[in-house]
């Protein structure tokens, strides 16, 4: 099943920042925040952060700022984030070390509940105080109850091989760091990740600098 | 400077898989390859890859399809891609590491030239084959010939402070895996890649495949 298209991708991508941010005001005794502070910290125009926050669905109150408690339930529920989402990760290798690591998912409501690697010299060691199993032993596991989302971390080669035992014990949404598009059967979800996506736009901007600074040669 | 918007960032953000598999069909003696081969790889609509390709300037050949060679040149060309972009990498934590041994960068002209870090344990390890330099040296290091692009992966509390020594540096552009809005001054360009982004677009899909099942219960 080809899904209808995400609308608000950019503004999707932006919440877990803004939610960053209200988490650390909130730590810091704030109660309620302004969208023009919101703009300043987020670099983006003030009408960009308003409509970001409208399709939380919150009630602006424009005098005194919006109430950062409520902000936080607000993006939480637009991101299907109040309900705890559990994962298995595939790759135990520095990214995915680096994903265990990652403290926000703690407030995501992220669960990472399992590791799995094929590298006998990972098998069986903790990684940030989890241990990491044998990739052969995923189906007999898992197939119980397998978690909402798998994490691909493992090379581009091994990719589509994991993704294909993912799908076979059931689990529909998978979030994939490999650099290859994954073939999987209609009602399984791939969110790809190309980190080399931000080399891509800072390629593109580099590129857009240089081309500006040439013409201005000639002014 | 607030530059201009950079539009077709999806389009952008997918040239590195397009490069990926080309590089992959190059290496298997491949010489040339359909709009609709793309398509069927990327699990994306016709139209859509064959908007992302007229982006790169290249001419179609509908018959025989695109020549393989020309498509990657065009490819690297439009992101910039076919000079050589030096980098700097703060922060050799695990995320560092994951980048370090990201092989694609080399296709891409992308090379991390030095690594820092301010952990004594790190200091002067190597990572991947690189001496981990002290922080405190970067400004003595670099000053001579600062790197095109420097690369954050250090906490999202150190960030700020790091971004400020970069920039004191003269680097222009910067490349921010921390989880915050960096403050920098016009005429710097911070491209920021907020890994649990990604999260987001999927707790968005699940919600809408939760609310479409509840829907369907009651027709």
């Given at each position: 099943?080809?899904?209808?298209?995400?609308?608000?991708?950019?503004?999707?991508?932006?919440?877990?920042t803004?939610?960053?941010k209200?988490?650390?005001?909130?730590?810091e005794?704030?109660?309620?925040?302004?969208?023009?502070?919101?703009?300043?910290?987020?670099?983006?125009?003030?009408?960009v952060?308003?409509?970001?926050i409208?399709l939380?669905?919150?009630?602006?109150?424009?005098?005194?700022?919006?109430?950062?408690?409520?902000?936080i339930?607000?993006?939480?529920?637009?991101?299907?984030w109040?309900?705890?989402?559990?994962?298995?990760?595939?790759?135990?290798?520095?990214l995915?070390?680096?994903?265990?690591?990652?403290?926000?998912?703690?407030?995501?409501?992220?669960?990472?509940e399992?590791?799995?690697?094929?590298d006998?010299?990972?098998?069986?060691?903790?990684?940030r105080?989890r241990?990491?199993?044998d990739i052969?032993?995923i189906?007999?596991?898992?197939?119980?109850?397998?978690?909402?989302?798998?994490v691909?971390?493992v090379?581009?080669?091994?990719?589509?091989?994991?993704a294909?035992?993912?799908?076979?014990?059931?689990?529909?949404?998978?979030?994939?760091?490999?650099?290859?598009a994954?073939?999987?059967p209609?009602g399984?979800?791939?969110?790809r990740?190309?980190?080399?996506?931000?080399?891509?736009?800072?390629?593109?901007?580099?590129?857009?600098?240089r081309?500006?600074?040439?013409?201005t040669?000639?002014?």
């Open positions: 099943m080809r899904r209808g298209k995400i609308l608000n991708t950019p503004a999707i991508r932006r919440m877990p803004y939610l960053h209200l988490l650390k005001m909130r730590l005794g704030k109660v309620s925040v302004s969208s023009t502070e919101l703009a300043e910290y987020m670099n983006i125009e003030l009408i952060v308003r409509k970001d409208a939380t669905g919150i009630s602006g109150q424009r005098r005194v700022g919006y109430d950062i408690n409520e902000l339930k607000y993006i939480k529920n637009y991101l299907g109040q309900n705890t989402i559990s994962a298995t990760l595939i790759g135990a290798g520095s995915g070390s680096a994903l265990l690591g990652y403290d926000d998912f703690n407030h995501y409501g992220f669960g990472i399992s590791v799995f690697d094929s006998p010299a990972k098998i069986g060691k903790e990684i105080g241990e990491v199993f052969d032993s189906e007999s596991r898992l197939k119980n109850a397998p978690p909402d989302v798998a691909i971390c090379s581009s080669a091994a990719a589509q091989q994991v294909d035992r993912l799908v076979a014990l059931g689990i529909k949404y998978i979030w994939s760091f490999a650099n290859v994954l073939q999987v209609p399984v979800v791939v969110q990740e190309v980190i080399a996506g931000g080399l891509a736009m800072l390629g593109v901007r580099m590129k857009l600098d081309d500006h600074d040439t013409g040669a000639f002014d």
